[in-house]
Structures are given as structure tokens and as C-alpha cells.
């Protein structure tokens, strides 16, 4: 069985840094993408950023200032995050996917919490 487990979460204060970490066990193939999502309270899952072997996309409030890699041989995938702003406070998703017989199939993790006190 599959499983993404986050980590690197919490508190951070109006312009700092975090690093979130993204494992991903029980896998018996390579992804085609992973990366993150996040939600806010009383908003929509929105893409931060999903990186493959071809190209990599941001969420347009988070270009410029996150970054997302991933060491494939190892099933995990990095969020590094600057000049963090209150906006970014929510909850953050790993997402793993996977072409197969015709259709994508992703993962989810658990979510780490990130919160950017003003």
C-alpha cells in the first residue's frame, strides 16, 4: 500500500524559511509527478507546485520565492519555502501520480500544517 508522509511543518515567522519533505513507501514503481498542493481555512486545494521528469509548475503566488525537487531514487520530493508571508499559512498535501491503463492515479499525504505568524 502506498503512503506519503510529510514533514517540516509549523510555525514561522513573516519572512522566514521552511523545508517540507514528502516520503513516499510501499512503492513498487516510479511516480510520473510529485509535488504540493495546499488549503487554507474556508479555501479551495490549490497547486503550489508538481514537478516531473519533463517540466516543472508553480502556483502563481508562489513562483519566485518556492522551490520544488525531488530525488526519484528515493520516492521523496522537497518543498523549500522563502520569504514566507502570512498568505501561505495552511495546510499542505503531498501529491503523488502515476500513468496507468489510461488514466492518472495520485496519492495523497496527510497534510503538514505552516503557519506564518505577521
Known amino acids: 500500500q502506498v503512503q506519503l508522509v510529510e514533514s517540516g511543518g509549523g510555525l514561522v515567522q513573516f519572512g522566514g524559511s521552511l523545508r517540507l519533505s514528502c516520503v513516499a513507501s510501499?512503492?513498487?514503481?516510479?511516480?510520473?509527478?510529485m509535488g504540493w498542493y495546499r488549503q487554507a481555512p474556508g479555501n479551495e486545494r490549490e497547486l503550489v507546485a508538481i514537478?516531473?521528469?519533463?517540466?516543472?509548475k508553480y502556483g502563481d503566488t508562489v513562483k519566485g520565492r518556492f522551490t520544488v525537487s525531488r530525488d526519484s531514487a528515493k520516492n521523496t520530493v522537497y518543498l523549500q519555502m522563502n520569504s514566507l508571508k502570512a498568505e501561505d499559512t495552511a495546510v499542505y498535501y503531498c501529491?503523488?501520480?502515476?500513468?496507468?491503463?489510461?488514466?492518472?492515479?495520485?496519492?495523497w499525504g496527510q497534510g503538514t500544517q505552516v503557519t506564518v505568524s505577521s
Open positions: 501529491i503523488a501520480g502515476k500513468f496507468s491503463d489510461g488514466r492518472y492515479w495520485p496519492y
Open positions: 510501499g512503492v513498487t514503481f516510479s511516480f510520473d509527478k
Open positions: 514537478i516531473s521528469s519533463i517540466d516543472t
